[in-house]
């Protein structure tokens, strides 16, 4: 195998893949990545840490002899990115060293590489695919990867639920302390799915999404199938149940308001100072005209701040205990200028916070402490 190619034309695939390749120590295979010259000029780049798996595929104009290899993804990676944007790499593989060679301007590097009967399987799926719009499913991730729990519980909480509903597109997470509701309806058909994707997979989609305008979309009993520009991406899928959350909605608005996005995200950074690190509550007290935020004192201080809000629609006044951290993490996700505020009347209704973010309809419900 030998070729010369742009950096910027292959730097890209080299970074998407080497955040899946290093995790199962177990098997040093897994912390390469395959690369597969072909006589058609395509050259194709295979990454897996068995769980999660990406294929990528690049168009080479200047190819000497094909070939294929594995080489270790963080070191080449690496390599590519100390290469200045627009140098010209030349890669050979000498097969009887198994060595895969790379020069670059005035510099010459030589990377161990293994053979490729060693690298594993990569399941493909060769039914019909789902078109979706790649910047909706982006930003459902984005707002819905905080109400994530990292770890297994009895129900499905270590990742979020994607329903498509005819012409809408439903992505639901949740941790059993918030929960985040994102829906986007369309003008197309999309038929009727109701998936669950693993965390890992919401994070990988992140970056192997990038700029593309169409995401497609697939599965089986075992994985999940993703395709978009010149890449594939594959996950097992998780195994379990999703909580009612409809159940945990509030189902009325009775008692609400309108926040300023930049004013609480500002007050809120500065009553965290005070906030004991160990509950990390604060106060909401609403009034007419305005809401009170403040943390319990403490041998370090405490802190209050009042923050105007706009149509309170409530009859007296309300103070709840939340969480503070949720709260930054949920302002800090925000794209409005105001979000709707539902205040529960009980002790324990949760708290519901409502966005449009153009065609976006954004609910996030944070429970009381």
């Given at each position: 195998m030998?070729?010369?190619?742009?950096?910027?034309?292959?730097?890209?695939?080299?970074?998407?893949?080497?955040?899946?390749?290093?995790?199962?120590?177990?098997?040093?295979?897994?912390?390469?990545?395959?690369?597969?010259?072909?006589?058609?000029?395509k050259l194709i780049l295979k990454a897996t840490d068995g769980?999660?798996?990406?294929?990528?595929?690049?168009?080479?104009?200047?190819?000497?002899?094909?070939?294929?290899?594995?080489?270790?993804?963080?070191?080449?990676?690496?390599?590519?990115?100390?290469?200045?944007?627009?140098?010209?790499i030349h890669l050979k593989l000498e097969m009887e060293n198994n060595r895969m060679k790379i020069r670059s301007g005035m510099g010459e590097y030589s990377l161990a590489t293994l053979l490729e009967d060693a690298f594993p399987e990569i399941p493909e799926y060769q039914g019909d695919y789902i078109k979706l719009p790649a910047r909706i499913i982006k930003e459902m991730i984005s707002k819905t990867s905080a109400s994530v729990r990292p770890t297994f519980m009895e129900f499905n909480l270590f990742g979020a639920k994607l329903f498509l509903e005819q012409e809408k597109i439903i992505m639901v997470s949740t941790d059993a302390y918030r929960l985040s509701y994102v829906e986007y309806k369309g003008d197309v058909n999309y038929g009727m799915v109701d998936v669950f994707i693993p965390k890992r997979a919401m994070m990988e989609l992140q970056n192997f999404i990038g700029d593309s305008d169409i995401l497609e979309f697939s599965f089986d009993e075992k994985h999940l199938y993703f395709r978009c520009n010149n890449g594939f991406m594959v996950s097992q899928?998780?195994?379990?149940?999703?909580?009612?959350?409809?159940?945990?909605?509030?189902?009325k608005c009775e008692n609400r308001c309108t926040l300023d996005?930049?004013?609480?995200?500002?007050?809120?950074?500065?009553i965290s100072i005070f906030t004991n690190k160990l509950s990390n509550h604060i106060f909401w007290k609403f009034e007419k005209g305005r809401v009170i935020l403040s943390s319990d004192e403490t041998e370090k201080g405490g802190g209050v701040e009042e923050v105007p809000i706009k149509d309170y629609?409530?009859?007296?006044?309300?103070?709840?205990?939340?969480?503070?951290?949720?709260?930054?993490?949920?302002?800090?996700?925000?794209k409005v200028e105001e979000v709707v505020a539902c205040v529960p009347e009980g002790d324990k209704e949760p708290l519901l916070l409502v966005s449009h973010e153009g065609d976006i309809l954004y609910k996030f419900v944070l429970v009381l402490l």
């Open positions: 030998e070729f010369k190619i742009k950096r910027d034309d292959i730097l890209k695939s080299f970074t998407i893949l080497s955040t899946i390749t290093g995790k199962a120590t177990y098997l040093p295979i897994l912390s390469h990545i395959l690369m597969k010259m072909g006589e058609d000029g769980e999660i798996s990406i294929v990528m595929s690049i168009d080479v104009e200047n190819v000497i002899s094909p070939g294929s290899c594995t080489v270790p993804a963080k070191e080449i990676t690496d390599l590519f990115r100390s290469f200045d944007g627009d140098s010209e899928k998780a195994e379990g149940g999703f909580p009612q959350y409809e159940s945990i909605m509030p189902k996005v930049k004013k609480m995200k500002s007050a809120l950074g500065r629609s409530g009859k007296e006044e309300k103070e709840i205990r939340l969480n503070c951290s949720y709260l930054k993490e949920y302002f800090s996700s925000l």
